[in-house]
């Protein structure tokens, strides 16, 4: 099977490349001029330089299903209301609409947890047909995709999966997120100060995030016209405190963990964990 994928040089994207190429999958992968992977590939796609914006559709050829990890805001520019609205949303329907005009009929979205926003700090653990509550930029766009998106593979009968990813970490992660920045403490034998860590999330490792997404490329169970919303997690929520305590001890840290130094966020949120459907 032939697959195209947006965002393929970030850090889930590297990830799923990899994974995908090692389920014997044939990826073809858009970048943006001059971009590298956030890690070493196994096995390099064929690449499409470009943008969501671009007119690409030459580059579908062939392809069976369209893959779309590429995001806006992200790590930062989360409150770039238009950088986020115009590369999420009418950037990701161009890129989309060519690949429907191409003949592609199977769609995989990689949305995001904080499409739920606030409505997700009332579940002990959130359902995929939560409210969609989002507070800043980056998750109103995401949250406005999965809508319209929606809607769209309704209308024109396509297979869609969302896939709402819950927090990732691992190789490849930016600098400044939590795994990296304990990691690079315990190597340098630095103390690592934190918050009270009280904080309940569901962390999945990125290698199993990227095979959860591989594993839905089959699309089994998904009819054309009737989209399905999935979570991506660990199933396992635990608190921050406990997260960071287990690899600062898998590390051999020489410092000191030390939590409770650091004061939370305001409007600090407690608890995010998702509800993840059995298979």
């Not at 999965?146 to 819950?166: D, K, T």
């Not at 990691?183 to 962390?203: K, L, S």
């Amino acid at each position: 099977m032939k697959i195209f994928v947006t965002g393929a040089t970030g850090f889930i994207g590297a990830h799923f490349v990899n994974s995908a190429h090692e389920a014997g999958y044939e990826v073809v992968a858009l970048r943006r001029p001059g971009s590298k992977p956030r890690l070493e590939l196994f096995r390099e796609p064929c690449w499409v330089d470009g943008l969501l914006d671009d007119d690409i559709k030459m580059h579908f050829e062939n392809c069976d299903v369209f893959v779309h990890l590429a995001a806006y805001g992200v790590v930062s520019n989360s409150n770039d209301w238009g950088g986020c609205l115009y590369w999420n949303v009418l950037s990701t329907f161009n890129i989309c609409n060519q690949a429907y005009e191409a003949g592609i009929r199977k769609f995989l979205i990689a949305g995001s947890c904080f499409e739920y926003g606030r409505s997700g700090e009332r579940y002990q653990f959130i359902p995929v047909d939560a409210p969609l509550e989002p507070t800043n930029g980056y998750a109103a766009s995401k949250a406005a995709a999965s809508v319209m998106l929606h809607g769209w593979a309704i209308e024109n009968n396509l297979h869609l999966q969302i896939m709402r990813i819950f927090h990732v970490y691992g190789e490849g992660e930016a600098d400044s997120r939590l795994w990296p920045s304990l990691r690079r403490a315990a190597i340098t034998g630095c103390d690592f100060e934190m918050t009270a860590g009280e904080q309940v999330r569901d962390f999945i490792y990125v290698k199993e995030a990227s095979r959860q997404l591989v594993k839905a490329l089959s699309f089994n169970g998904i009819v054309a016209g009737e989209p399905k919303i999935k979570h991506i997690g660990s199933g396992h929520p635990q608190t921050v405190l406990d997260f960071s305590s287990y690899w600062w001890a898998e590390w051999k840290a020489k410092g000191v963990l030390r939590p409770g130094v650091i004061a939370y966020r305001n409007n600090e949120v407690m608890r995010f964990v998702p509800q993840i459907e059995v298979e």
